[in-house]
C-alpha cells in the first residue's frame, strides 16, 4: 500500500511522540549537559579564584567518589552572586553560589547542599525533567523535532531551551518525591564522605529561621517544608551512622569564606 501524506504524517507523528516519551539515554544527557554548561559559563559570573574553586570540587568529588561508579563526570563551578543557590546540570555539572558558601555555618552544611545536588543528578531527576518539558505541547513541536531529528538529534533540542540559565532554572524544578529523593541519596552519601549529613537539615532551617519563618526563593523552588526536613532528620536518626563525622573542616572554611569577602569588596 502506498504512503499517503496523512500517513506519512501519522507516522511521523507517532515517532516524535515515542522519542519524547523516551528517557533520555546517557548520550543525550551527557551531550545536552555540555550544551547548558556551555551557556552558563558565558552568562555566570564565574569564581576564578583557584583556592575557592578547589575547595568546592575536592568537596564534591569526595562525595561522587563516595556515591560509587557514576556515568558521568562530574564537574563544579562557583558563581559570585548575593544569592543563596546551588543547582545541577544533567551530566554532572553542579555550580554553587559564593552566598551559599558565605551562609554556611560549618563544612558539614556545605557538604549537604552539594550532595543534595549531586543526588538529583545520580537519580537522574534533571534529565528527567528535561524530557518532561520535552512533552508539554509536543503537539505543537513537530516540526521542531522533525527538524532536530534531521540535524543532528539532540543539538535541536538543546538549541531551543534558550538562555543557559534560564534552561538550568526550569532543569532545576523538583517535584517532592525528587526532593525527597535527593535527600536520602544525601543522607546515605555523606557519611561514606565521612561528612555529618545533620548539615543538610541545619542549613535549611538556618535559612528558612533567618527569613522569618518564611521559604526563601531558593527552598521555594525546591519545596523544602519543615515536614520534608522533618522527615530528613528521621532518616539521620535511623540511620546507623558511624563516629567521627566532620561537621568542621579545622577553619578551612572559614577563609574561603575570608577570600570570598576580599575579592567582593575589590570588585566595582
Known amino acids: 500500500m502506498g504512503w499517503t501524506r496523512s500517513s506519512v504524517v501519522a507516522a511521523a507523528l507517532v515517532l516524535v511522540l515515542s522519542i519524547a516519551c523516551a528517557p533520555l539515554s546517557f548520550e543525550e544527557e551527557a551531550y545536552l549537559g555540555r550544551q547548558v554548561n556551555d ?4 552568562e555566570a559570573d564565574l569564581v576564578r579564584d583557584r583556592q575557592i574553586w578547589d575547595y568546592v570540587r575536592k568537596i564534591g568529588h569526595k562525595i561522587v567518589a563516595a556515591a560509587g561508579p557514576q556515568p558521568f563526570t562530574y564537574h563544579f563551578y562557583v558563581v559570585e552572586s548575593g544569592a543563596i543557590n546551588a ?10 553560589n559564593t552566598e551559599t558558601i558565605m551562609q554556611a555555618r560549618n563544612v558539614s552544611e ?16 534533571v534529565a528527567n525533567n528535561y524530557r518532561r518539558q520535552q512533552n508539554v505541547g509536543v503537539l505543537h513541536r513537530v516540526g521542531t523535532y522533525t527538524a532536530a531529528l534531521i540535524g543532528g ?13 534560564a534552561a ?4 532545576n524544578s523538583y517535584g517532592r518525591d525528587a526532593e525527597r529523593e535527593a535527600d536520602v541519596f544525601a543522607v546515605e552519601v555523606l ?12 542549613f535549611f532551617e538556618t535559612m528558612m529561621r533567618e527569613s522569618g519563618g518564611s521559604l526563601p526563593a531558593w527552598l521555594s523552588s525546591h519545596p523544602a517544608t519543615s515536614e520534608r526536613i ?19 573542616d579545622g577553619g578551612r572554611l572559614e577563609q574561603i569564606q575570608k577570600r570570598i569577602a ?3 569588596r575589590r570588585r566595582p
Not at 39 to 42: A, K, L, V, Y
Not at 87 to 96: C, E, K, M, N, S
Not at 233 to 246: H, M, V
Open 168 to 171: 538550568a532554572a526550569y532543569l
Open 110 to 125: 556545605l557538604a549537604g547542599v552539594i550532595g543534595h545536588e549531586v543526588g538529583h543528578v545520580a537519580r537522574r531527576h
Open 230 to 248: 522533618a522527615s530528613t532528620r528521621t532518616l539521620i536518626r535511623e540511620a546507623d551512622l558511624p563516629r567521627g563525622l566532620r561537621r568542621t
Open 191 to 202: 557519611p561514606k564522605a565521612g561528612y555529618d549529613p545533620e548539615g543538610l537539615v541545619t
Open 39 to 42: 551557556q552558563i559559563r558565558h
Open 153 to 165: 538529534g539532540m543539538a535541536g533540542s538543546a538549541a531551543n531551551m534558550g538562555g543557559g540559565l
Open 87 to 96: 543547582f545541577a546540570l544533567p551530566a554532572g555539572y553542579i555550580y554553587v
Open 262 to 264: 576580599a575579592l567582593r
